[in-house]
Every structure is written in C-alpha cells, then in structure tokens.
C-alpha cells in the first residue's frame, strides 16, 4: 500500500509555470507506475501524464502534450508535474495516483489503486 501527498498547487497568471510534487510513503515506490489527473468545475476526472516505475515511458494528453513534463525520483519517492505555458483551461483539481501495473501506462481511472487528496490549481486570464 503507498500514501501520496500533492502539493505545489496555487494561482498562477495565464502563461506561467507551476511544479506539482508528489510524495509517497513505503519503500516501494518503485514498484509503481504513476499518473496525474485533473478535474475542472463541473468536469470529469481526466488522464494529464502517466509515466512507468522507471521514468522510461511516459504519457501525455493531446491537450497537455509540449507544456507538461512528467518524471520521478524513485531516490525521493517523489512524482513531479512540471507545468509551462499554462492556460485557464488548465484551473482543475490535480491528483496524482499509483497503479500496481508498473510498466504501464493507464489513462483510466480505475487502472490506479491509489490517489492522493488532490491539489488545486488555477489558471487566471
């Protein structure tokens, strides 16, 4: 079992940057591939990044593809989502979630066994 904890959310001008970081109990957080996802106001939850236990695949939405990284340090269990150029369509309720599926990379909700409480973000015009 792992515990995540995001952090890194906040108000931020359209256009600019914000880092989330996510933090996961255990000692095998390794064994975990991990995804980010959001949900906006009056949204539905939806896949951002996902990325294997190694680093060595990653996913991005269409919608995020060329703004946002995704990596890890398995060192520091430790998830980041790197956020550039960011736009209003962004503001959302961030989380990020472990799947015991560790090579691959789930853009579905129900693929991810864990989650943390989720961190807001919001984009102003």
């Known amino acids: 079992q792992v515990q995540l904890v995001e952090s890194g959310g906040g108000l931020v001008q359209a256009g600019g940057s914000l880092r989330l970081s996510c933090a996961a109990s255990g000692r095998t957080f390794r064994r975990y591939a991990m995804g980010w996802f959001r949900q906006g106001p009056g949204k539905e939850r939806e896949s951002v990044a996902a990325?294997?236990?190694?680093?060595?695949?990653?996913y991005y939405a269409d919608s995020v593809k060329g703004r946002f990284t995704i990596s890890r340090d398995n060192a520091k269990n430790t998830v980041y989502l790197q956020m550039n150029s960011l736009k209003p369509e962004d503001t959302a309720v961030y989380y990020c979630?472990?799947?015991?599926?560790?090579?691959?990379?789930?853009?579905?909700?129900?693929?991810?066994?864990?989650w943390g409480q989720g961190t807001q973000v919001t984009v102003s015009s």
């Open positions: 979630a472990a799947s015991t599926r560790y090579a691959s990379l789930g853009t579905t909700a129900s693929e991810y066994a864990y």
């Open positions: 990325i294997t236990w190694s680093g060595g695949s990653t």
